[in-house]
């Protein structure tokens, strides 16, 4: 028990003074001669003695009124756990698209918020974060509002981003008490290999989790097959339990143009095929009817002619392979001779490639140093006999790299850079047996650029990043069988596409995103992107021959959105949620270590309500000392 105002308890010694009246009676009795008493002697002996007891029990009744009455201006309490200490509470609200799962009549999200409301304390001051908004020190009526119409986030943050972001909102006093109030369903994907213990922080985690969910996602939508006149768009769906036969729609806009039914196998998997006819522009919308969430029931998609990718390749030597890899359906490919070579069309290339030349006129070279620096792409394929001063000349300035001197000697390509992006999904897995195609001779180079392939002993054989590819060797059929190897086919197919970003069906909102659009824009000119009534700028970058979009932030929302240009469309992109939250697969709590695991946000908080909390007891005290008067009144009347 502690007391507000211990230093009135001094006047506890003030009790002295009635105790020492009573022990030496100050008070100096008279002899009065009288006759004979022997009569009276036993009852006056008999007064006397409970004279005394009671004198006794009025001093102690009036000691203890006294007692109580000094100890309840004293105020005293009994306080809690931490209600001596300064508080520091975090909340951290989980609002990704799995809270959408219903509880009752409600989601999950809105249970939570509703718990919120009503458990913290409308005094309390706190922080709360979500995954993508932070509230620092606000009661719960300045937020009230937001929390109730609190959207959806298309983030999850893992558990070792939430303690590492809560760590920042606690303050560093020593001697306060924090508390960490982590409220989620606690999916699988919310878990990371390492988590803070966050020594001297209470974490304390509220489980909310809905039962017997069924939930159908719609996974993905890619094209599987194309011919001349049809395509073949193939959509993976996946489900938490057994079912049958559930319909699946697809939209072109509002239009219904198909509709099947996929059955799902013992996996959990399932599949759908609709065929359409090729090169028809199709904003797409693949739709299910599902009750368990909401945002994988739609998946959206665009289908449209695409642009073709313009590659020239500039030398004498043969090209055949060259306009067989570039073939029409993708490409627009065309090759002249260094003679012919008119310099106003290298601006509207996507891909230049240097075909054997034996030097690069200096004219040629600052065109092409301008259509590098423009976003233009650039390959060069030396000849057996180059001029190494006129290549270096280029090569030094555009990319600080040099070819030293000339080997002849034969070299097998035996290293392949299998992370570079330009065999990103070409191989399976990591080639140690392949049939490795050769040189006769090559050049030795200097140069910083990340190696793609290289001979044996290290040196490189193809070099580049960012759009400039260099070989360090002829790759004629005379010095090299490289164009017998199924390498070649891919590496420069991926190169002339990786010139040009043309869009996915559809991209993933959350991730960043970049996007060539073939518009030669102004300098006052900008490229917005929209959805109905919402209208947003990305990023963008213009090139004589292209823009391109960045996408990070925005958008947050899927579905399909219009690319315009001064209020033209321009081409159409589809924006989807990620799908790692239609998994449902929860953790087990018993795999974390906390303060405390609960199932209900209210019971949370008044336990840590209770730990806050001062019991006072001056009541009690001034309730005694009422007490200790009314048994004085009964000791006067009854005890003579």
Avoid: C
């Avoid at 159908?216 to 097959?225: E, K, L, R």
Wanted: charged letters at 20%.
């Amino acid at each position: 028990m502690l007391f507000k105002h211990p230093e009135l308890l001094w006047a506890l010694l003030l009790l002295l003074i009635p105790i020492f009246i009573h022990l030496f009676q100050l008070r100096r009795f008279k002899k009065t001669p009288f006759t004979n008493v022997k009569i009276l002697k036993k009852v006056v002996a008999e007064s006397r003695k409970s004279n005394s007891l009671k004198k006794w029990l009025l001093l102690i009744t009036r000691l203890l009124l006294l007692t109580a009455l000094i100890i309840a201006f004293a105020q005293p309490f009994i306080p809690g756990k931490s209600a001596l200490k300064n508080n520091e509470t975090v909340i951290y609200l989980d609002n990704s698209l799995s809270m959408q799962a219903k509880m009752g009549t409600a989601t999950l999200l809105e249970n939570m918020v509703q718990g919120i409301l009503k458990s913290v304390p409308e005094e309390n001051v706190f922080t709360l974060f979500t995954n993508d908004k932070i509230y620092r020190e606000v009661r719960i009526g300045d937020i009230k509002n937001d929390l109730l119409a609190l959207p959806y986030s298309k983030n999850q943050l893992k558990l070792k981003e939430i303690n590492l972001k809560a760590k920042t909102m606690f303050s560093g006093t020593e001697g306060t008490r924090k508390d960490l109030v982590l409220i989620s369903d606690f999916q699988k994907s919310i878990n990371s290999p390492i988590t803070d213990s966050l020594p001297g922080i209470n974490r304390h985690l509220v489980k909310l989790a809905p039962e017997n969910l069924v939930n159908i996602s719609i996974d993905t939508v890619f094209i599987n097959s194309i011919s001349s006149d049809n395509l073949d768009l193939k959509s993976i769906l996946s489900t938490n339990t057994e079912l049958d036969n559930t319909p699946v729609s697809l939209y072109n806009g509002e239009k219904l143009i198909a509709k099947t039914s996929v059955t799902f196998n013992k996996n959990k998997k399932g599949e759908v095929i609709f065929t359409i006819p090729a090169n028809e522009l199709i904003n797409g919308e693949i739709v299910i009817s599902d009750s368990g969430l909401i945002y994988d029931n739609h998946l959206y998609f665009n289908l449209a002619k695409q642009d073709k990718i313009k590659v020239l390749s500039i030398g004498d030597v043969d090209n055949d392979y060259l306009r067989r890899i570039f073939g029409e359906e993708v490409f627009q490919y065309s090759n002249l001779s260094l003679k012919s070579l008119n310099y106003s069309l290298l601006e509207s290339q996507n891909l230049i490639i240097l075909n054997e030349l034996n030097s690069i006129p200096v004219a040629l070279q600052n065109a092409l140093q301008a259509f590098k620096n423009t976003g233009g792409s650039l390959v060069i394929i030396p000849s057996g006999q180059i001029d190494l001063e006129n290549y270096n000349s280029f090569l030094m300035g555009l990319s600080n790299t040099m070819l030293l001197s000339s080997v002849t000697e034969e070299r097998k390509i035996s290293q392949i850079a299998f992370a570079h992006p330009l065999y990103k999904n070409v191989f399976e897995k990591e080639v140690t047996n392949f049939q490795y195609p050769s040189v006769n001779s090559f050049y030795t180079t200097k140069s910083a650029i990340p190696k793609i392939l290289s001979y044996q002993g290290g040196d490189p054989f193809l070099v580049g990043e960012d759009g400039f590819y260099l070989f360090t060797a002829s790759i004629s059929k005379e010095n090299s069988n490289i164009l017998n190897s199924p390498l070649i086919v891919p590496t420069l197919y991926n190169m002339g596409m990786a010139s040009l970003k043309i869009p996915k069906i559809y991209e993933i909102i959350g991730g960043k995103t970049t996007v060539d659009i073939p518009v030669d824009l102004t300098k006052d000119r900008i490229l917005k992107v929209s959805q109905k009534d919402f209208e947003f700028i990305p990023f963008q970058q213009s090139y004589t021959n292209k823009t391109t979009l960045t996408f990070d932030d925005y958008p947050e929302v899927s579905g399909i959105y219009d690319i315009t240009d001064e209020g033209k469309v321009v081409k159409h992109i589809s924006f989807n949620f990620p799908r790692a939250e239609s998994q449902l697969q929860y953790m087990d709590l018993d795999e974390l270590k906390a303060s405390s695991k609960n199932d209900n946000v209210a019971a949370l908080f008044q336990n840590i309500e209770k730990d806050n909390s001062v019991n006072e007891l001056w009541k009690w005290f001034v309730i005694l000392a009422l007490a200790f008067i009314f048994i004085e009144v009964l000791i006067q009347k009854f005890l003579k």
